[in-house]
């Protein structure tokens, strides 16, 4: 364990010079105290928000008290703050003047029992609990306020994850509101030791962000690595995981995404359980986990709901598909332009009649058609749903057939294109796929001044690059390299679910064995279970 | 950058350990002074093989944590000890740029005809460079994934040959025809001294494993399961191409998979071969190479990554000037290197070294016992 640590030692440990919290509120002017003064309190809230149209108060009497009830109109829903907070307050109007009126915590359980709050006893704490969509009550006389939660604005609702999509297995997918997703996780795992903790991320947008994890397994060393990069982010504005992700990982500049994400509360759970760590953002559907490893992006939740002698299949041809959107292209102008005798004579003589009119050789031929594949693929995801027909038919049109019945592109060449696009979308993370994509390219230039030779020479950097990657100090590549024997059963195969009775060793969990050993299901005995039935 | 420890498993050693050991052995072809029987010297030479990994490592495991260059300074003082790892850095250079001239020759002989020994040369030595700049860890791992093809490869050649045909057992009888004279001759002093003597360089390397426990173990299963696998490869040499081709071919293997031809469909595998011998190449070299910068590492007393650019670019250099053609090559190889390069290098000094360090550590136990 204690070797363990020294993993993280790569990373630079700069502070990057973040501005705290205390700091911008007293740029911005803001008083820290809160004041017994009413009118002096109010009088500072009115300098911060004064050009903010939806900056409400209201002002209220309980007995002979005074005090006001100040929000921020757009972050909470304002009929529920009618009925659990104003509609009250208008009884407390006509109340008797007593002396327990003055005690915030009286006032408190006498006309808001149910509605949950927090106290802020400082201007600082107000400001941003506003922020968040409490109601604030300020009275008159007090050195502390109520924050009321309200309840927020309206959400999307539940639906099925457009990304990752499954045949079988649950079709909720997280949502943009924190909250919601936590529950939606909490759902699945219900344990009292499975632990969010709270960050802020970004100086300006003020992010909620939550790491989640179950305590008792998660590797330790691991976890306060996650606290200390993250308490590093240092961005003006955090909009999406995806800008966490850059701030998180070891390593930059690869094409190798080194954090794993999912719109799916069943694939985030059950990482959780493995031990790993959740990130979730306020604001962005998408899940992070750390740390994770290269073969953790060829897996599906699926994969588990579905009969194993099938996954294993499955994986073996995402593993295939991945190696042929990589090596395909490449592949084709390399045996073209250099290696004709690796192809049997039948097939080269078919191949070389197609290609006769083709007036590009290979190379400017096959990177035409990958671009072109690129625009298509770009311009399918960004246009308007309404002009989906035009590409469509815009797009097998111009590729599928006029290139070739224009002499541009050979036959062969428009199989070879589309097979390599098609295996990129076999994986199961979108993002994954973009590394095979990218490093595609450079394959198909270096097929094109070396051939097979300089093929090899790329794919040997490329494992060179992979296995020197590290996510959370943990090795890429791993369980593969560095071989682990024990998490074998659920890389390439997986085994059934009874058999796979430990979490994966590499993370040096704390409880490393999942579940007890037991006999595997099988039927009941003739000579006992059979038996009765009959009777 | 800072500094990192450098640990490779024992899984790792046993990789490299076979990669090394069949890296260039499988490609050249070894034991051809002994005919038919090239097989009975590779399994003979396999146990010379163990018995000198031994060796190698019954002196590291007499002064624990140092590789072979901290034993020179620790037996012969300061200078000497420098001075003698000079010598190994310069004769660890130029063995790496002797397996890296083989497999230029060999891809200029079948592929690239046209094409200058430079390109493939540098290329080869910019990937060697790139791992040595991340460590040996890197290379361990690389290795770990790249193994399972490597062997995967030898033994599917086999098996090709084998359904295609071209197998004639009758090529390696008469077993042992003429006695052990050609045997003997084909051990001393080539297959000794490559590929098993080569091991001389896991002296640098197995100081650098995690787990101290079974390095013996393991080691000594790493050379007889590369024994295994180049017992193979001559068999399959002499079986599919008979005694007179095989000692006429630059690169037996290669013309073995020739033959190959299944389904129609899969043909000339050769060029197949010729890439996943390649990664076999990339360990030979790399760890010759990084023997040599550990050396100069201690000579200098600055760490080796600054070194990885410049020396792989000599190493790249000196590939293409050692010698004017392959013939030259050949010859040398046969007839210069073995007697004064390998001989001293691998036995000479570490026989000289064992009285030193027997001496020196007997004073150390005495001085324990003593206070």
């Known amino acids: 364990m204690s070797s363990f640590s020294s993993l993280f030692t790569r990373r630079k440990n700069k502070n990057r010079g973040r501005i705290s919290q205390k700091e911008i509120y007293d740029k911005e002017g803001i008083p820290k105290h809160f004041d017994l003064n009413l009118e002096k309190n109010l009088k500072s809230m009115q300098e911060l928000f004064n050009q903010t149209s939806d900056y409400e108060e209201i002002e209220i009497k309980i007995g002979d008290l005074k005090g006001c009830v100040c929000y921020l109109g757009t972050t909470l829903n304002k009929s529920e703050l009618n009925t659990h907070v104003l509609e009250p307050l208008r009884a407390a109007f006509k109340q008797p003047k007593t002396e327990s009126h003055k005690d915030i915590d009286y006032v408190r359980e006498a006309f808001f029992p149910a509605v949950s709050y927090k106290y802020g006893e400082t ?12 109601a604030i009550i300020m009275l008159d006389q007090h050195n502390r306020a109520l924050a009321l939660n309200i309840g927020g604005t309206d959400k999307r609702s539940i639906e099925e994850p457009s990304t990752q999509t499954i045949i079988r297995g649950p079709k909720e997918g997280f949502v943009e509101d924190i909250n919601t997703n936590i529950g939606l996780i909490r759902k699945k795992i219900k344990n009292p030791r499975l632990v969010f903790e709270e960050f802020n991320v970004g100086i300006d947008s003020n992010t909620q962000l939550k790491i989640g994890y179950m305590k008792g397994i998660v590797n330790e060393d691991i976890l306060s690595e996650v606290r200390q990069r993250i308490s590093k982010i240092n961005a003006s504005g955090i909009l999406d995981t995806g800008n966490v992700e850059e701030f998180i990982s070891d390593e930059t500049f690869t094409f190798f995404p080194l954090v794993f994400n999912s719109e799916r509360p069943d694939s985030i759970s059950g990482n959780i359980l493995e031990g790993k760590i959740a990130i979730l953002l306020d604001g962005s559907p998408f899940v992070l986990i750390v740390p994770s490893v290269f073969t953790d992006f060829f897996q599906s939740t699926e994969d588990y709901y579905q009969p194993f002698f099938m996954t294993s299949f499955i994986r073996i041809i995402r593993y295939m598909s991945f190696m042929i959107t990589l090596t395909f292209p490449s592949l084709y102008v390399a045996i073209t332009t250099y290696h004709h005798e690796l192809m049997p004579t039948p097939l080269l003589i078919n191949l ?19 671009l072109t594949f690129e625009v298509l693929r770009e311009a399918g995801v960004r246009m308007p749903r309404a002009v989906g027909q035009t590409l469509s038919i815009v797009g097998a049109l111009v590729i599928g057939q006029a290139a070739v019945e224009a002499g541009l592109v050979s036959n062969v060449l428009v199989v070879v294109v589309a097979f390599s696009a098609i295996a990129s979308f076999v994986s199961p993370i979108y993002n994954f796929s973009i590394a095979a994509r990218l490093i595609r390219f450079i394959l198909i230039i270096m097929a094109a001044s070396l051939g097979l030779y300089g093929i090899l020479l790329l794919l ?43 979490r994966p060793t590499y993370l040096m969990t704390k409880a490393p064995v999942k579940t007890k050993k037991s006999p595997p299901p099988s039927a009941p005995k003739q000579d006992s279970g059979g038996k009765k039935e009959n009777e | 950058m800072k500094q990192q420890v450098e640990k490779i498993s024992l899984w790792q050693l046993y990789i490299l350990i076979i990669c090394f050991q069949i890296g260039s052995a499988a490609l050249v072809g070894i034991g051809n002074e002994a005919k038919q029987d090239a097989w009975i010297a590779v399994i003979i030479g396999t146990l ?22 901290e034993l020179f300074v620790f037996c012969f003082g300061k200078w000497v000890g420098k001075f003698l790892t000079l ?12 397996v890296l001239r083989d497999f230029c020759e060999l891809l200029v002989s079948t592929i690239f005809e046209v094409t200058p020994l430079e390109v493939i040369s540098i290329t080869m030595m910019l990937v060697i460079v790139y791992i040595f700049q991340h460590g040996l860890e890197v290379l361990g791992r690389t290795s770990e994934v790249f193994f399972p093809y490597v062997v995967a490869f030898i033994v599917m050649t086999g098996l090709g040959i084998w359904f295609s045909g071209e197998f004639e057992m009758s090529n390696i009888q008469p077993i042992l025809g003429d006695g052990f004279k050609p045997v003997l001759k084909a051990l001393f002093p080539t297959m000794i001294t490559f590929p098993f003597g080569e091991a001389i360089t896991f002296m640098v390397i197995s ?42 071919a630059n690169f037996p293997l290669l013309s073995a998979s020739r033959e190959i031809s299944l389904l129609n469909f899969i043909e000339r595998v050769d060029l197949i071969i010729v890439f996943f011998v390649m990664f076999g190449i990339i360990v030979k070299v790399g760890i010759f190479f990084y023997g040599g910068l550990k050396g100069l590492e201690l000579i200098t007393n600055k760490p080796y990554r600054s070194m990885t650019l410049p020396m792989g670019s000599l190493i790249a250099f000196f590939t293409v000037v050692i010698s004017h053609n392959f013939v030259e090559h050949i010859e040398e190889g046969l007839v210069f290197v073995p007697f004064y390069l390998h001989i001293p290098f691998q036995f000479g000094i570490p026989l000289l070294l064992l009285p030193f360090i027997l001496w020196k550590t007997r004073k150390k136990q005495k001085k324990e016992s003593s206070s």
Not at chain 1, 123 to 134: A, D, E, P
Not at chain 2, 49 to 65: N, Q
Not at chain 2, 87 to 98: G, K
Not at chain 2, 223 to 241: D, F, M
């Open chain 1, 123 to 134: 201007l600082h704490q107000l400001v941003w609990q506003m922020l968040n969509g409490y």
């Open chain 1, 352 to 370: 070389q009649s197609q290609r006769e009119g083709v007036p590009f050789p290979a190379v400017i031929e096959i990177l035409m058609m990958e």
């Open chain 1, 460 to 502: 040997i950097i490329m494992v060179i690059h992979l296995v020197s990657l590290r996510s959370f100090g943990i090795p890429y590549l791993t369980p593969v390299a560095p071989f682990k024997m024990k998490d074998q059963s659920d890389i390439f195969i997986r085994v059934p679910i009874w058999g796979d009775r430990y």
């Open chain 2, 48 to 69: 010379f093989g163990i018995a000198i990994m031994l060796y190698y490592l019954f002196l590291l495991s007499k002064v624990p944590g140092k590789n072979l260059f």
């Open chain 2, 87 to 98: 010598l190994y850095v310069i004769y660890f250079f130029y063995i790496s740029a002797r």
């Open chain 2, 207 to 248: 100081a650098y494993i995690g787990t101290k426990k079974n390095i013996k173990k393991v080691s000594a299963v790493g050379v007889l399961t590369s024994g295994i696998l180049l017992t193979y490869g001559a068999v399959i040499q002499i079986a599919t191409l008979g005694v007179d081709v095989k000692d006429r």
